[in-house]
Each structure stands twice: as C-alpha cells, then as structure tokens.
C-alpha cells in the first residue's frame, strides 16, 4: 500500500512561490499520483497528476487549467517524493493540498485514487 506525506505549505503573499513535496513510501512508478486542494467552502478539486509508465520510464503531467503555465509537478526516483512547484500564487489558491495515489484509471477523478496524505495547508495573502 502507498503512503503519502505532504510538507512545505505555508503562507505567501500574492505572486509569491511555494514547494510543496510528497513522500510516496510504496510507490513502484506505476500509476498516477495526483495533487488535490480544497479550498474554504469549496470541494476538492484536482489539481494536477504525473503519470508513470514503468515499462517505458516515460512520464507525462497533466494539469487543471486553473493552474496551467503557473504549476508544475515532478517526480524525484531516489527518494520516491512527488513535489508541486507553485508560482504565481493567487488568492484564489489558498486551500488544504493533498496528495493521492491511483493505481490506474481515469486520474483528473478523485473517485480513482485510492490513497491520500493527509493534507498541508497553503494560504495566499493579497
């Protein structure tokens, strides 16, 4: 079974950066592992994911489109950690941050993970 342990939240201000990592104990580069926030009052949205392909080593990321050109997700083998690089942060994306594993299936959906951290906690200040 995958565990996921999210750290680097934090408060910024607006236009600010923030690194946030998962620790992924478990994970044999398949599937997908995937970024969620949810913010105040709001439902859990999908963020992004990085998809593995152990056969070929490739891997691709895919992101929601509120976060397209200002996000980007990477995978780091050695350790094996996930980490969510944030730039351009807005307002708009203070929320709890988590991290989720799928073991397949369709990874923009929050019903095909199967494991989740439990969250780290990013605030963005006007």
């Known amino acids: 079974q995958v565990q996921l342990v999210e750290s680097g939240g934090g408060s910024v201000q607006a236009g600010g950066s923030l690194r946030l990592s998962c620790a992924a104990s478990?994970?044999?580069?398949?599937?997908?592992l995937g970024w969620f926030r949810q913010g105040p009052g709001k439902e859990r949205e999908w963020v992004g994911n990085?998809?593995?392909?152990?056969?070929?080593?490739?891997?691709?990321?895919f992101y929601a489109d509120s976060v397209k050109g200002r996000f980007t997700i990477s995978q780091d083998n050695a350790k094996p950690t996930v980490y969510l690089q944030m730039n351009s942060l807005k307002p708009q994306d203070t929320a709890m941050y988590y991290c989720?594993?799928?073991?397949?299936?369709?990874?923009?959906?929050?019903?095909?993970?199967?494991?989740w951290g439990q969250g780290t906690q990013v605030t963005v200040s006007s």
């Open positions: 989720a594993y799928s073991s397949g299936g369709e990874c923009y959906r929050e019903v095909a993970y199967e494991s």
């Open positions: 990085i998809n593995s392909h152990p056969g070929s080593g490739s891997r691709h990321t």
């Open positions: 478990g994970y044999t580069n398949r599937g997908c």
